[in-house]
Nanobody, 119 residues
């Protein structure tokens, strides 16, 4: 059974920084593309950043230049460094990936971590 567990959320003032981490247990995700999503109250869940197994990255326009996604396959973790935070970044942030659980690739989500940016 694969589990994704996020950590690092919290309350920060506008302009501040936070670093989110997602740890995978049960299976390695070294062959998986991993993503961070976020969902603000009353809004649809949106993709924030993607990192492929080889390390290439892609970002939503709203976070380009401010957020950086990275991965450590040896530790089975993926991180999201968030700088220059804005109140509109306030949301629950989720880690996601299609991970091979030994039977096949399945879509896994973490439980989410709250990020609140005050103005």
């Amino acid at each position: 059974q694969v589990q994704l567990v996020e950590s690092g959320g919290g309350l920060v003032q506008a302009g501040g920084s936070l670093r989110l981490s997602c740890a995978a247990s049960g299976r390695t995700f070294s062959t998986s593309t991993m993503r961070w999503f976020r969902q603000a109250p009353g809004k649809e869940r949106e993709r924030v950043a993607t990192i492929a197994s080889g390390g290439s990255t892609n970002y939503a326009d709203s976070v380009k230049g401010r957020f950086t996604i990275s991965r450590d396959n040896a530790k089975n973790t993926v991180a999201l460094q968030m700088n220059s935070l804005k109140p509109e970044d306030t949301a629950v942030y989720y880690c996601n990936g299609w991970i091979n659980d030994g039977v096949g690739y399945k879509n896994y989500w973490g439980q989410g971590t709250q990020v609140t940016v005050s103005s």
